[in-house]
């Protein structure tokens, strides 16, 4: 027998007309590419946004476009987001930190009818135009007086706002309708699309406010320094609106310095973001010998949060949240907040499950495999890959059957190329990863497609690159390689032959050469067993200091 209850789709417009009403009063401060601090209440952000919608169909876009984004956070990519997903086409966010190559490949894979970029990005459209599709229409997100020259023509975002009506009528959609679309280059080959619903985008905001309460605090002030063109900024601006948090938007300037002002000018309860960025606040904390005034909580996640880094931000009574998650998971899959059985452990103890993942959020089901696809047990011991289940994971990949095929098991689980123990309590711990990635700074390079693309240097026969660690970027790529002939071309050399296609810093670090490079019974490279002959091998920048 069915309950007999209303069914209302779950959509991102409900967020919107919920969040600039009920907290009317939040903000949204910016730091904007103009340079100066931009703030607005989250009613007047409403009003905006529903300006936007009208503008959007006043350039043509329906139901199920794609409208690219390329662009910091601030006030205006957050309005895109919301009227973009409110008139049922897709927003689809790009990372600028990809290569021309991956970029040039998801505009034209997402067939993007419009991009609106951040004043910024001029430079990278402008190299990259001859390869976009010629019916893309382009936003430059700032106001008339701030309008770069351009080698393409570009509408003014502000102007496009101009004298619209202040409020719309948001249509109804089904549930499943698409509002937004990441590119994962957490994979080998072309960049991988995640598709997300209202439904799940819905569910990914109560799931998380759910389960960090620690941070949700209506009336606080969030800042994400996590990017919105990454999986939507682990769905800040949909969570801190609905919760009624305000939001401090970084712009361009995330060093440590441009950081600790910002947080302690606008008080900043609560930030989030990958270990790399909290490196460079730390420090400028120590420089200071304080913390930002009202900082007291801080969401890491991306990469391994490291054990000195949990233990100074604990020590200034600034309560870390472990986080882990992936772009296939809306993000987040698992949150560090301890349970209250807890609170009386010791530190250290505290700060041992602190540095594992976490535990999964409502919604998300997990299980480790064998390698042939069995359950292990959660002893905490038992280690293999690590699958996922639950409504804001993907079931496959945007127009990619292939990739959509090997990405699941027989009863539908998502393989998340992590390896992992479940502990009794669970608690995840993330061991290794099977997928042949590194994870720089929190964005990923591929050593597949590193390796190919070295190997058609004409004086290199074979190669492995390998990840190594790095105190500020986490991992950095070096390059083993086995001579062809004779000749042994330096580190520059190989490095202007692979940066036709990728981005300056996913380049190697260093290069190492060696006679064979050892083999797995299946003939593949074996990295495990380079590592152990690498031995004490150390990153360049580690050399340098000790
Ligand atoms: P992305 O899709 O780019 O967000 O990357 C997701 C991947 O980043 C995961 O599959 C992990 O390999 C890695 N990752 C994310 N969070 C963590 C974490 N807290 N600790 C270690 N690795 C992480």
């Not at 706002?161 to 089904?174: A, H, I, K, N």
């Not at 604990?314 to 609170?343: F, K, Y």
């Not at 292939?402 to 393989?415: E, I, Q």
């Amino acid at each position: 027998m069915d309950g007999m209850m209303m069914h209302r789709p779950l959509l991102v417009k409900d967020i919107l007309t919920y969040g600039t009403g009920a907290h009317r009063r939040g903000e949204i401060i910016s730091v904007r590419t103009e340079g100066d601090i931009h703030r607005q209440t989250y009613e007047q952000t409403g009003r905006r946004i529903a300006q936007l919608g009208h503008a959007l169909e006043g350039l043509g876009v329906t139901f199920g476009d794609r409208v690219a984004t390329l662009a910091w956070n601030g006030y205006r990519h957050f309005e895109l987001y919301y009227a973009i997903a409110g008139i049922g086409a897709i927003c689809h966010t790009i990372n600028p930190r990809l290569s021309a190559e991956q970029l040039i490949y998801i505009v034209n894979h997402a067939e993007d009818r419009v991009l609106f970029l951040d004043t910024t990005f001029v430079p990278l459209v402008e190299a990259v135009l001859d390869h976009l599709p010629k019916n893309l229409t382009f936003v430059i997100m700032t106001d008339r007086a701030h309008m770069p020259d351009t080698t393409f023509p570009a509408l003014c975002y502000e102007e496009l706002l101009e004298g619209q009506p202040e409020s719309f009528d948001w249509p109804d959609m089904p549930e499943d309708t698409a509002c937004g679309l990441c590119y994962t280059s957490g994979t080998t080959g072309n960049p991988k699309g995640a598709l997300y619903s209202h439904r799940s985008t819905v569910l990914h905001a109560l799931m998380t406010i759910v389960a960090q309460t620690v941070s949700f605090i209506e009336g606080k002030k969030v800042l994400p320094v996590v990017p919105l063109f990454h999986v939507n900024a682990w769905g800040l601006p949909f969570s801190a609106l609905m919760s009624g948090l305000s939001l401090v938007m970084p712009g361009p300037k995330l060093d440590g310095p441009s950081l600790f002002k910002l947080m302690d000018d606008e008080e900043v309860f609560s930030a989030w973001g990958v270990p790399t960025v909290w490196m460079g606040l730390q420090a400028e904390m120590k420089a200071q010998g304080r913390k930002p005034k009202g900082f007291e909580d801080v969401v890491i996640g991306g990469s391994a949060a490291p054990r000195s880094m949990i233990e100074a931000f604990e020590a200034l009574d600034i309560n870390v949240c472990h986080a882990w998650g992936m772009t296939e998971m809306s993000p987040i899959g698992t949150h560090g907040t301890l349970p209250r059985w807890m609170d009386d452990a010791p530190l250290n103890k505290r700060i041992d499950y602190k540095q594992k993942q976490g535990r999964r959020c409502f919604g998300v089901d997990l299980k480790i495999v064998d390698d042939n696809g069995n359950p292990l047990p959660e002893d905490g011991r038992a280690t293999g890959e690590l699958y996922v289940r639950g409504n804001t994971v993907v079931s496959g990949y945007f127009r990619n059957e292939g990739a959509s095929t090997k990405a699941f098991d027989k009863d539908g689980w998502f393989g998340t190329g992590d390896v992992a123990t479940l502990d009794p309590d669970g608690f995840l711990t993330l061991r290794d990863r099977t997928k042949d990635l590194i994870k720089s700074g929190g964005e990923w390079i591929s050593s597949i497609d590193l390796e190919n693309a070295a190997m058609s240097h004409p004086a290199i026969a074979s190669c492995a690159a390998i990840a190594v660690p790095h105190p500020k970027w986490d991992e950095r790529p070096v390059l083993v390689a086995v001579a062809a002939g004779a000749e042994k071309p330096d580190l520059e050399d190989v490095q202007r032959h692979l940066s036709e296609h990728f981005a300056k810093w996913q380049l190697p670090d260093d290069l190492v050469w060696v006679d064979a490079l050892p083999l797995t019974a299946t003939g593949k490279v074996s990295k495990l067993t380079l590592r152990e002959q690498l031995g004490d091998y150390q990153h360049p920048d580690l050399r340098e200091t000790a």
